[in-house]
């Protein structure tokens, strides 16, 4: 290489750095999934010094998970409340969504690994992400699409985030609920989501859940195993059940549906966390790959063997629809899984919030007023939308759709395009074939999005809807 090219590299590289370094300063203290970020080299600030560049070595080439690790948490995050609703979502969209599923499953799987390229590329391209990165999917937009990419991906992540721990919330209340109800304890649905949305306040006080490996193991057995008793138990009194009606969906009833799948699929927000605590980033396209496949397994028998019987009269939540002591059992498993589930999804929501607020990354009244709030909030929502179904759909529809399939395929056709500055050429050129799927995934996604977030929402503003809330005369207390 000539000396005025090697110039030039060193000159962008250090430019590449203080634009990083500026980035993730602003972006307040994160960790990743196993906590190793709490190390020095966290922020970009110290990432060249932490990585040895010339010697070859990285801060991480021995550390973090492994292939099958990375699928074992997107399995254990992906596959909760989603597939509670999976059946009714089938229900709602007809047999053709069972097809359906499928070829999403295979979108967002494309999209995923299109996303861990992504990060490949950054890695190559600026060293600073080598260390290990708070905020990885919004680097990701910010290099791809610049500041307005990078804003528009933090409020999807914390939108999505925040919506799924209403959801989590809903579903816990909804299963103690029927659990406590033979015993006939007189408390309401609503009186419970301001009870446990209470309890659930102070664990939210505590830093970051740290080393959760087990739990994502755990999260896998529990979904695990109550998709197979779910199963036994819709088979085993089938003929309990009146014949099943498949009537055809409606527009509504199908984009709500689209909305439920894509829920249940929606787990792009965290792919890039997890790969960035990969032994080696450049396996995380496996783990994508393994994930896609169990949750398939999983999917599609659920939901051909319980709409197949059950029929249009599936329950939103399919462990109501069936009883037993199995059920029971699965049911106590799912809801511990839950209501640890809460308290991590809006652990980030809770540090973005501090972020902008100025709040110290330490145990304060500070932080303990910001995260009441913040709990406060979820609780409102819960009881203001208390069908979590709605909840999901429109989740689904919107933040999940854009994080799992328009941002995916357009950071990545960004980052392949950008001229290198030393040839003046794209960095990778894009196939035709490839042009043609990345573009048809983010159409499917624009428009199912907005269909799905639609209709999610026009149930959700409908008269109806506003005489079944925890605040109408009829519910509340």
């Excluded at 088979?235 to 498949?246: G, Q």
């Excluded at 994930?291 to 197949?308: A, E, K, Q």
């Excluded at 203001?384 to 179904?389: E, K, L, M, Q, Y």
Aim: overall charge neutral; aromatic content about 10%; proline content about 5%.
């Amino acid at each position: 290489m000539s000396s005025f090219a090697k110039s030039k590299v060193e000159s962008s590289m250090e430019i590449s750095s203080s634009e990083s370094a500026t980035l993730f300063r602003k972006q307040g203290n994160y960790s990743t999934i196993n906590g190793n970020v709490e190390s020095p080299a966290a922020s970009a600030d110290s990432a060249n010094e932490w990585t040895d560049l010339e010697n070859g070595m990285e801060g991480r080439a021995h550390k973090g998970l492994s292939m099958m690790m990375g699928a074992m948490f997107l399995i254990g995050e992906m596959a909760g409340a989603g597939v509670l609703n999976l059946p009714k979502a089938i229900a709602n969209t007809g047999w053709v969504g069972v097809p359906m599923l499928g070829v999403l499953c295979a979108m967002v799987g494309y999209s995923g690994t299109r996303l861990a390229h992504c990060w490949v590329m950054l890695e190559e391209r600026w060293p600073e992400y080598r260390a290990p990165c708070r905020r990885p999917y919004p680097a990701i937009a910010y290099r791809a699409l610049g500041k307005f990419g990078q804003y528009v991906t933090e409020v999807a992540l914390n939108v999505t985030l925040f919506g799924a721990a209403t959801v989590f919330l809903l579903v816990t209340t909804q299963m103690i609920h029927q659990l406590l109800w033979p015993l006939k304890v007189p408390i309401t649905p609503c009186e419970w989501i301001l009870i446990v949305g209470g309890l659930l306040i102070l664990p939210t006080w505590l830093g970051t859940p740290k080393d959760m490996w087990p739990i994502s193991i755990l999260a896998v057995l529990c979904t695990f195993v109550a998709c197979v008793v779910v199963m036994a138990e819709v088979f085993i009194e089938r003929k309990t059940h009146p014949p099943p009606e498949f009537p055809a969906p409606s527009f509504t009833s199908f984009f709500l549906g689209f909305g439920s799948i894509l829920f249940a699929l929606g787990g792009a927000s965290l792919f890039p966390t997890v790969q960035n605590d990969m032994k080696n980033r450049a396996e995380f396209g496996s783990s994508v790959i393994v994930t896609f496949l169990v949750l398939l397994s999983l999917y599609w028998p659920m939901s051909i063997v319980c709409y197949g019987t059950l029929g249009n009269a599936v329950e939103e939540n399919i462990l109501m629809s069936v009883n037993g002591v199995a059920v029971t059992i699965t049911k106590a498993l799912i809801l511990c899984h839950f209501i640890f589930a809460t308290i991590i999804v809006i652990n980030p929501v809770m540090q973005t919030i501090e972020g902008i607020l100025y709040v110290r990354n330490r145990f304060s009244i500070a932080r303990c007023i910001t995260r009441t709030l913040v709990m406060f909030v979820v609780i409102l929502m819960a009881m203001a939308v208390p069908t979590f179904g709605k909840i999901l759909d429109l989740i689904g529809g919107s933040s999940v759709t854009l994080l799992s399939f328009i941002m995916p395929p357009v950071c990545y056709f960004k980052l392949c395009n950008t001229l290198n500055p030393i040839t003046g050429l794209a960095y990778t050129n894009l196939s035709l074939r490839e042009r043609i799927i990345l573009f048809t995934i983010a159409t499917v996604g624009l428009v199912g999005g907005v269909a799905s977030s639609y209709s999610a929402l026009r149930e959700i503003l409908s008269p109806e809807a506003f005489s079944n809330t925890c605040f109408s005369k009829s519910s509340f207390l």
